[in-house]
């Protein structure tokens, strides 16, 4: 007993002692292949004066396309950039919550099937890019931002249901098991013991998921699924500085407000 | 003696004003999106069948394709690699002045946090065409574009990280007469070291995820051949790309995940 209590330390602190310099031959190695590995082709010639101009887009930004009225102007195509991210998060809310009690965990067993496969699904939705998704429903119902509402809401499963389930395993129990001993069935413990308890949880994780559908709604149009960001690419691409300098000032606008009114929203839930 | 009477509830809670304002506003929310975003539940299955198509044609991928798309993959993730280095390189500086217990200046430190609030409203993509349209087509305008991006969303987390230390160090090395950057370099790098890199680490598997669709617009990496197999309506490509991205990105986080685990 005395030998191997006295043996670990030992092996330990020499270990301890030289692991630093490890890691810094693994930094090293890593940022020796990324910088080797790419092309950095050099600036094109065009830069500075490419950049001047959008400065120069961007203090002077063109005004008159705010609003005209023909419904393809900044408020207008705004308030569409909203709208496609209201009803994609408000989708997915109702979506993620099935998915949310599939992955959640209810016991401490290291390995759980249905949760395990939940969790994987979740990551797989996650990872699966929003932009592809959204150039895949434009081959079912049309370019338009009726695709990107389908693209939100798909998506945006695999964060909210995540956050869900997670919200599901840390909730407090008390109220559930106060229902089953006064002989409750399921569907009574659900309606009135676990949905009253998570609630704010859920729509305060909602509403964050909101805040990042506002961002994804605003560049989903770059591939043609509505909203501001189609006037956004094709400003660039026809190098339409003041154009693009009033549509980023709105894009700005609209992020800060929609944040700030979130955070109010979400401070005053829990 | 006990009474039996019920409590009297005011009126706004008997006629439960509140739950149902909030359930009408979100109601009419809905009906007035649904009718400017032409939501039309019937034309999408009426398409299903198309989007069944694409997706089995998804599920044949094309696994010799897979040697192609190797070197813009490991480009990802240099490009990622690179980016969050240079944007949390740059967010330590800008953390710090933003932190309410180490700058007590309230006018510095308030413009410092617009400035950072400011870059955080960009989504990544839109930074990404406006880099590709200064750099030119190529991965220098991903890392510029992942740079600016992590800049953002590392400062704001670093300098909550910076609030939360304790200050007792610091006063003692403040009492026998250190400098500032003295202080920073003994009291506060030591206590906020490892939560630093464990943010650094989770903006990378963010950047990871981030730069596989950049290249989308021009801005380097698999986006770039993702783009062309979607073009070119190859999707058991696109299904390769996918999949192989699915897996660096599963790896990285892994990684990632561990190493923050054994940090914290």
New interface residues.
């Given amino acids: 007993m005395q030998t191997t209590i006295s043996k670990k330390p030992a092996t330990l602190t020499l270990w301890r002692r030289w692991n630093w310099l490890l890691w810094i031959a693994i930094v090293a190695v ?2 020796t ?3 080797t ?8 010639e065009s ?1 500075a004066s ?2 001047r101009s ?1 400065v120069h887009g961007l203090v002077q930004p063109d005004w008159p396309y705010v609003y005209n009225g023909s419904g393809e102007d900044l408020v207008s195509l705004i ?2 950039t ?3 991210a ?2 994609g998060t ?1 989708i997915s809310s109702l979506i993620s919550v099935p998915f949310a009690f599939w992955a959640a965990r209810g016991g401490k067993e290291w390995l759980h099937v249905r949760s395990g496969s939940g969790k994987v699904v979740l ?2 939705i996650r ?6 998704l959204a ?3 434009i ?3 049309g370019p ?3 695709a ?3 693209a939100v809401s798909i998506h945006s499963i695999g964060m909210l249901g995540k956050l869900f389930s997670e919200a599901i395993e840390n909730m407090d129990r008390g109220a559930d098991e106060a229902i089953t001993s006064a002989g409750g069935n399921s569907a009574q413990i659900f309606m009135l013991a676990t949905l009253p308890t998570i609630m704010p949880e859920f729509i305060s994780y909602t509403l964050y998921r909101f805040e990042i559908a506002v ?2 709604a ?2 989903l149009g ?2 043609g699924a ?1 909203g501001i ?1 189609t006037p ?2 094709f400003a ?1 691409q026809t ?1 339409n500085w003041p154009r ?1 300098g009033i549509i ?1 000032l709105g ?2 606008l609209m ?2 407000l929609i ?1 700030t009114l979130s955070e109010q929203l979400r401070k005053r839930l829990i | 003696m006990m009474t039996t009477q019920v409590p009297r509830r005011p009126w706004l809670q008997r006629w439960h004003v509140k739950p149902i304002g909030w359930t009408l506003v979100i109601l009419i929310l809905l009906v007035a999106s649904s009718r400017m975003t032409g939501v039309d539940v019937g034309m999408f299955f009426n398409n299903l069948g198309q989007f069944t198509d694409l997706l089995v044609r998804m599920s044949q991928p094309a696994w010799d394709y897979l040697p192609v798309i190797l070197h813009p993959l490991y480009e990802t993730i240099q490009m990622a690699i690179l980016g969050t280095t240079i944007g949390a390189t740059f967010a330590v500086p800008f953390a710090v002045l933003a932190a309410s217990n180490l700058v007590h200046n309230r006018w510095l430190r308030g413009i410092i946090r617009l400035m950072l609030d400011l870059v955080r409203t960009l989504p990544d993509l839109l930074l990404a065409a406006i880099f590709v349209a200064i750099f030119g087509i190529g991965s220098t305008a991903g890392v510029v574009t992942l740079a600016i991006f992590s800049f953002g969303m590392v400062s704001k987390l670093f300098y909550e990280v910076i609030e939360t230390i304790d200050m007792g160090p610091l006063e003692a090395l403040e009492s026998v007469g250190a400098n500032k950057l003295t202080i920073i370099w003994y009291a506060v790098l030591p206590q906020i070291m490892n939560q630093f890199v464990s943010y650094f680490l989770y903006t990378l598997e963010f950047n990871v995820r981030a730069s596989t669709v950049l290249g989308y617009l021009g801005a380097g990496g698999i986006g770039v051949f993702l783009q062309r197999s979607l073009n070119e309506f190859n999707y058991s490509q696109t299904a390769v790309i996918i999949l192989a991205t699915l897996v660096v990105v599963m790896a990285i986080d892994g990684i990632s995940n561990h190493l923050r685990r054994v940090l914290l």
């Fill in positions: 890593i940022y292949w990324a910088i590995g790419l092309h950095f082709t050099g600036l094109q830069a490419v950049s959008i308030l569409q909203l709208a496609i209201f009803l408000i990551t797989l990872t699966f890019p929003e932009i592809v150039i895949m429903f081959k079912a119902v338009g931002s009726y990107g509402v389908l961002r994804s605003s560049i770059m591939v509505g960001g956004m690419i660039i190098r693009v980023l894009i700005v992020v800060l944040d």
